[in-house]
């Protein structure tokens, strides 16, 4: 079965760090580009960072940019978002994504969700 | 503010034909393909409508999409009581080199 699987979520402080980890299972991971999109309380849905397959590019959002990092293990079949400086706005769910078709923002596969709280 | 517009919420009764707008500029919208995403209450959102008007496996046929110009659509004919949910579109942005979502329509049946 085709499946994301999401952790590392939790309370942080602001100013903190935290790691996303999200695990990829029934696909060849490394052919696949993979992205993190976020959702905050009651809002709609926030794209963050995109890796391609093999690692080499990535993109981010500007409100990830300096803050957050993308990176990929694909002997492990599984990637991370490094998230620091958190700030309260940064509160969400984070959703690990499959881009297909060729196209960034098209996500065919989603994990369930991790949620990221960030609070004193 | 989202860079893709949406209308915040959408109704119909059930049967009913409804259209959900996704307007852009030419960065997006105007240069590459749209995706339509359905989000049920507390579920992971799902892949409904990709490269304009093809739709995955699985995902039934009065869901179509198109698009025209800086500007997409999604229909939704024959409107049922299980689609009410939040709808986004989304797309790759050439100027800021990253994807952008709509803000979402919520659908409701009446």
């Known amino acids: 079965e085709v499946q994301l699987l999401e952790s590392g979520g939790g309370l942080v402080q602001p100013g903190g760090s935290l790691r996303l980890s999200c695990a990829a299972s029934?696909?060849?991971?490394?052919?696949?580009?993979m992205t993190w999109v976020r959702q905050a309380p009651g809002k709609g849905l926030e794209w963050v960072s995109a890796?391609?397959?093999?690692?080499?590019?990535?993109y981010y959002a500007d409100s990830a940019k300096g803050r957050f990092t993308i990176s990929r293990d694909n002997s492990k079949n599984t990637f991370y978002l490094q998230m620091n400086s958190l700030r309260a706005e940064d509160t969400a769910v984070y959703y690990c994504?499959?881009?297909?078709?060729?196209?960034?923002?098209?996500?065919?596969?989603w994990g369930q969700g991790t949620m990221v709280t960030v609070s004193s | 503010q989202s860079v893709l517009t949406q209308p915040p919420s959408a109704s119909g009764t059930p049967g009913q034909r409804v259209t959900i707008s996704c307007s852009g500029s030419?960065?997006?919208?105007?240069?590459?393909?749209v995706n339509w995403y359905q989000q049920l209450p507390g579920t992971a959102p799902k892949l409904l409508i990709y490269?304009?008007?093809q739709r995955p496996s699985g995902v039934p046929d009065r869901f179509s999409g198109s698009k025209s110009g800086t500007s997409a659509s999604l229909d939704i004919s024959g409107l049922q009581s299980e689609d009410e949910a939040d709808y986004y579109c989304?797309?790759?942005?050439?100027?800021?080199?990253?994807?952008?979502f709509g803000g979402g329509t919520k659908l409701t049946a009446l």
């Open positions: 029934g696909f060849s991971f490394s052919y696949y580009a």
């Open positions: 490269s304009n008007n």
């Open positions: 030419s960065s997006n919208i105007g240069s590459n393909t």
């Open positions: 989304a797309g790759w942005d050439d100027s800021l080199n990253g994807v952008v």
């Open positions: 994504a499959r881009a297909e078709y060729g196209d960034y923002s098209a996500f065919d596969i």
């Open positions: 890796i391609s397959g093999g690692g080499g590019t990535t």
